[in-house]
């Protein structure tokens, strides 16, 4: 009986050495599975990290293209400024002249001779290349007095208020922008 219990002892053990082995291999696979969801979670750690430094560099990348095309776009602008009022020095002095020809004909407007038609045509020669590289007279006379164009240098009681009465002197845009405010006489 006691070689059957030995028996019976050894078969039992077998038996619970195997669950042993099962619990010890149970206990290792956790534990590789513990450090392995360790390890992907750290590495998942990390690539949202990197996700994000990818998300900050492309959001810089757009910024930064973004700030170039401004760049390029004020650059253009500002060339087009600078060739649209390169000249707007000379022909601010070349309306002068404009001012003298207009004085030197209206003084001799009784005399119709040939020499007052050369100064007439001279006078609109000059006067055209002028509109065509960009000026334009302001037209002042009988029109709303606004101070964007006139400058009111005399003011005359009247009927309609606010009206240009008389220019003294012409005024000038050059592409949209005034060079010289005409000098007018307003009512009040």
């Known amino acids: 009986m006691e070689n059957n219990n030995l028996n019976e002892n050894k078969e039992i053990n077998p038996e619970i050495e195997t669950d042993e082995i099962k619990e010890k291999d149970n206990s290792e696979v956790e534990n590789a599975c513990d450090e392995t969801q360790k390890e992907m979670d750290e590495q998942q750690k990390q690539l949202e990290e990197l996700q994000g430094q990818v998300d ?36 601010t002095q070349l309306l002068l002249v404009l001012d003298n020809f207009d004085r030197a004909i209206e003084s001799e407007k009784d005399n119709d001779t040939p020499f007052l038609q050369g100064v007439i045509m001279i006078k609109k020669q000059l006067e055209d290349t002028l509109f065509k590289n960009g000026l334009e007279e302001i037209d002042a006379l009988g029109q709303e007095f606004d101070p964007n164009f006139h400058h009111a240098v005399m003011q005359e009681e009247a009927e309609e ?5 008389e220019v003294f002197q012409k005024g000038y845009k050059l592409k949209e922008k005034v060079i010289r405010p005409s000098m007018v006489k307003v009512s009040q």
């Open 161 to 165: 208020k606010n009206k240009v009465l």
């Open 56 to 91: 900050q560099m492309k959001d810089l990348a757009q910024r930064t293209q973004a700030e170039f095309m401004n760049y390029k776009k004020r650059v253009a602008k500002e060339m087009q400024d600078i060739s649209t009022f390169a000249n707007e020095n000379i022909i």
